[in-house]
């Protein structure tokens, strides 16, 4: 009998290993990192997977220039495993075709949630911020029940709540709500910090929270890479070294006199706005 147990555990972490190696590489595939710079913007980017098989889960982000200015989009899929990384796949997907085709942000954001409900099952869902640059001085995003970006200018550090919540893409048809196109001004020197739950969800020993902003609030003048990798950083010695969850940080900066991905010249002084920052 402790034979057969055995034989039966070792084949059992067989099929695990092999199932994370699958998840891994699909994952790899899914989420190169972008270039340094996309468009106007600086950019870093720090992902990592859970440290346990059934653990790997649905994290995903992009960053692409388009006629329409620079789009991004970072989200995490409810689930584990490979239909989790199936998800991101069929969400990055949709994305880069609609970022190209659509010039109104709400309707990516619609293209997405028309592919979701006809492929999710039952009471699965995707959190996600997708956000655009369509021209200078001007950021503008729809949060769908995801944690709020951190907008970072000087020495302030706000996070970006929606004005009206948003339920997640793959809900809408049970809660009957349209998505809500947030604008901000972003201008030279500004820094948008994207994350998910991986990251701010993650507790030490003593069950306390990775204080994210509190990390942010030390890096604020280093480069966005060295800022990401710091918080990396601090978040594996905050869970001493092993995620239970999937965490990725998408950095983006604004230096001034980066060319704008629409026009090709230097941006001009940013136009006015009513926005909330």
Same mark, same amino acid.
């Given at each position: 009998?402790?034979?057969? *147990?055995?034989?039966?555990?070792?084949?059992?972490?067989?099929?695990?290993?092999?199932?994370?190696?699958?998840?891994?590489?699909?994952? %790899?595939?899914? +989420?190169?990192?972008? #270039?340094?710079?996309?468009? #106007?913007?600086?950019?870093?980017?720090?992902?990592?997977?859970?440290?346990?098989? !059934?653990?790997?889960?649905?994290?995903?982000?992009?960053?692409?220039?388009?006629? %329409?200015?620079?789009?991004?989009?970072?989200?995490?899929?409810?689930?584990?495993?490979l239909p989790?990384?199936?998800?991101?796949?069929?969400?990055?997907?949709? @994305?880069?075709?609609?970022? %190209?085709?659509?010039?109104?942000?709400?309707? $990516?954001?619609?293209?997405?949630?028309?592919?979701?409900?006809?492929?999710?099952?039952?009471?699965? @869902?995707? *959190?996600?911020? $997708?956000?655009g640059y369509?021209?200078?001085?001007?950021?503008?995003? $729809?949060?769908?029940?995801?944690?709020?970006?951190? +907008?970072?200018?000087?020495? =302030?550090? /706000?996070? /970006?709540?929606?004005?009206?919540?948003?339920? #997640?893409?793959?809900?809408?048809?049970?809660?009957?709500?349209?998505?809500?196109?947030?604008?901000?001004?972003?201008?030279?020197?500004?820094?948008?910090?994207?994350? *998910?739950?991986? /990251?701010?969800?993650?507790?030490?020993?003593?069950?306390?929270?990775?204080? &994210?902003?509190?990390?942010?609030?030390?890096?604020?003048?280093?480069?966005?890479?060295?800022?990401?990798?710091?918080? %990396?950083?601090?978040?594996? !010695?905050?869970?001493?070294?092993? +995620?239970?969850?999937?965490?990725? &940080?998408?950095?983006?900066r604004k230096?001034?006199?980066?060319?704008?991905? /629409? =026009?090709? *010249?230097?941006?001009?002084?940013?136009?006015?706005?009513?926005?909330?920052?």
């Amino acid at each position: 009998a402790g034979a057969l *147990t055995a034989g039966r555990r070792g084949r059992a972490e067989q099929v695990l290993e092999a199932v994370r190696s699958v998840a891994e590489t699909a994952q %790899h595939a899914l +989420l190169a990192p972008p #270039p340094r710079t996309v468009g #106007p913007f600086e950019v870093a980017v720090q992902y990592s997977a859970a440290a346990a098989e !059934a653990r790997i889960g649905g994290d995903l982000y992009a960053l692409i220039p388009t006629p %329409h200015g620079v789009r991004f989009i970072v989200g995490d899929v409810r689930g584990k495993g490979l239909p989790a990384v199936g998800t991101a796949a069929l969400v990055l997907g949709v @994305f880069r075709e609609a970022a %190209h085709d659509e010039p109104d942000l709400l309707a $990516v954001v619609d293209r997405i949630e028309r592919s979701l409900a006809r492929n999710l099952c039952g009471d699965d @869902f995707v *959190t996600a911020v $997708v956000a655009g640059y369509p021209e200078p001085g001007r950021l503008e995003m $729809v949060n769908c029940g995801h944690a709020p970006p951190f +907008l970072v200018r000087g020495s =302030e550090i /706000v996070p /970006v709540e929606p004005a009206q919540p948003v339920p #997640p893409l793959g809900l809408r048809a049970l809660s009957g709500q349209a998505p809500h196109l947030e604008v901000l001004r972003f201008g030279d020197g500004d820094r948008l910090l994207l994350y *998910t739950d991986g /990251v701010t969800e993650a507790r030490d020993a003593a069950r306390r929270f990775f204080p &994210l902003a509190e990390g942010l609030a030390r890096h604020l003048y280093d480069e966005p890479d060295r800022t990401v990798a710091a918080l %990396h950083e601090e978040l594996l !010695a905050h869970v001493g070294g092993r +995620l239970h969850d999937d965490a990725a &940080l998408l950095l983006l900066r604004k230096p001034a006199g980066r060319t704008s991905a /629409v =026009e090709g *010249t230097p941006d001009p002084e940013p136009p006015r706005h009513t926005v909330p920052y």
